[in-house]
Structure formats: structure tokens, C-alpha cells
């Protein structure tokens, strides 16, 4: 069935070095994807989102890629800080009533 | 903090048991929506509602039901509990049913532990 899946389940960057995370999707009509983090004992919480018509989108120092081609997004975060140590999940518009969320990749910064 | 608040935190109960969650959406958003989160299988959508009216329905089990009231907060009603419930359910809300470009906030969650 369709679904939305997490390439590593685990990554541990350096403090200052940029993070990417990676999620790829299955669902070639899917038209709105969201990148969410969640930190340990808290909901998700929204980073960024991009749509289907677009291949790459820009927050503060986070960016959305979407490679429509070979179904891949990605996120990739600038200058890692500690505080972007969280579980990273990628959700993709499902049916357009609802999201599908993927595993979950676990971000570890390291000083 | 999201805005969507949700009780309890956390919640303890015997198998076969009945319980209650509650949650009050963001201020002026019509749409709740709830997911349930476990370590095998990730975040899973449930229910939706808008507006009082069920909008949509996922992966809810019919011994799961829940419903949005006229001031729009909403109630997950999880009944005959199994060891296999034991979860983190959060609620969420945006202000229009959900479309691409809708972005859906999430409360902190309940933490239910069947035992």
C-alpha cells in the first residue's frame, strides 16, 4: 500500500555541521508534505511545509527539497545547535483528509 | 506551546477498562483531529471532526469512538482496552478541515498505559 517511509532511523551530526534528513514517499499523487519535530515528552511540532508544485523551499536555517521524480524529500538543517536533537518525522497529505506520517529519524547533536 | 491542550497527561488503567481524553483546540480552529502514536507503528491518524460533524476516519478500532462538541472541544472514548492500547494519543487542530497548506498544530498528548 501507499505509505511514507524514513531512510535512517538514526543520525548523529556535530554541533555546527548541517544535518539532512531524508524520507521517501510513495504516493505519487500525494500534493503537500510537512516536516514535524518532536522532542521527547512533546507533541509534534510543525518546522516546514512544501507543496507538490514546488521543489524546494526555505525557513530559518531549515529547507525542504522535494524530488517529485523519485518520490524523495528532505530536510536539511543549517548549523546544528543542540536543540535540534528530536525525532524528525516527514508526513505526506493523505487522501486530502488527513497526513501519513513516516517512522521517524532520531537527530543526535554531538558537542 | 501549540495552543491544542490536552487531559490527562498521563493516564494508568487495568485491561477492559473504559477511559476518557479530552481536548480543546486552538482558539478559532474548527477542525480536531486524533492520532495515535505507539513504538511499532509510529503516528497513525484516527478521526477527524469539523465543525461537530465526523470528517474523516483512519485506522480508528471500534472499540474507539470519540466526538466534537458544540464549543468544539473533543473527546476520544477508548473502551474493552487492551495491553496492546497502551499509546501516546494527541490531538490536533487547524482551523479548516484539512487541505494542503492547512497546518495542523498538536497538543502535548496522553500518555495511556493499560496494565
Known amino acids: 500500500g501507499e505509505s511514507v517511509g524514513l531512510h535512517l532511523p538514526t543520525l548523529s551530526v556535530q554541533e555546527g555541521d548541517n544535518s539532512i534528513i531524508n524520507c521517501a514517499y510513495s504516493?505519487?499523487?500525494?500534493?503537500?508534505f510537512i516536516w514535524y519535530k518532536q522532542e521527547s515528552g512533546k507533541g509534534p511540532q510543525f518546522i516546514i511545509d512544501?507543496?507538490?508544485?514546488?521543489d524546494k523551499r526555505q525557513g530559518q536555517r531549515v529547507t525542504v527539497l522535494l524530488n517529485k521524480t523519485v518520490k524523495h524529500l528532505s530536510l536539511q538543517i543549517a548549523a546544528t545547535q543542540p536543540g535540534d536533537s528530536a525525532v524528525y518525522f516527514c508526513?505526506?497529505?493523505?487522501?486530502?483528509?488527513?497526513?501519513?506520517f513516516g517512522k521517524g529519524t532520531s537527530l543526535l547533536v554531538t558537542p | 506551546d501549540s495552543g491544542v491542550t490536552q487531559t490527562p497527561k498521563h493516564l494508568i488503567t487495568a485491561t477492559g477498562q473504559r477511559v476518557t481524553l479530552r481536548c480543546s483546540p486552538r482558539?478559532?480552529?474548527?477542525?480536531v483531529y486524533w492520532y495515535q502514536q505507539s513504538l511499532d507503528q509510529g503516528l497513525q491518524f484516527l478521526i477527524q471532526?469539523?465543525?461537530?460533524?465526523?470528517?474523516a476516519k483512519g485506522n480508528i478500532l471500534e472499540r474507539f469512538s470519540a466526538q466534537q462538541f458544540p464549543d468544539l472541544h473533543s473527546e476520544l472514548n477508548l473502551s474493552s482496552l487492551e495491553l496492546g492500547d497502551s499509546a501516546l494519543y494527541f490531538c490536533?487542530?487547524?482551523?479548516?478541515?484539512?487541505?494542503?497548506?492547512?497546518?495542523?498544530?498538536f497538543g502535548e498528548g496522553s500518555w495511556l498505559t493499560v496494565v
Open positions: 490536533a487542530s487547524s482551523p479548516q478541515p484539512f487541505s494542503a497548506g492547512n497546518t495542523i498544530y
Open positions: 504516493n505519487s499523487a500525494s500534493d503537500y
Open positions: 512544501i507543496r507538490s508544485n514546488m
Open positions: 508526513a505526506e497529505e493523505n487522501s486530502g483528509y488527513a497526513l501519513n
Open positions: 482558539s478559532g480552529d474548527l477542525s
Open positions: 471532526y469539523y465543525n461537530g460533524e465526523e470528517r
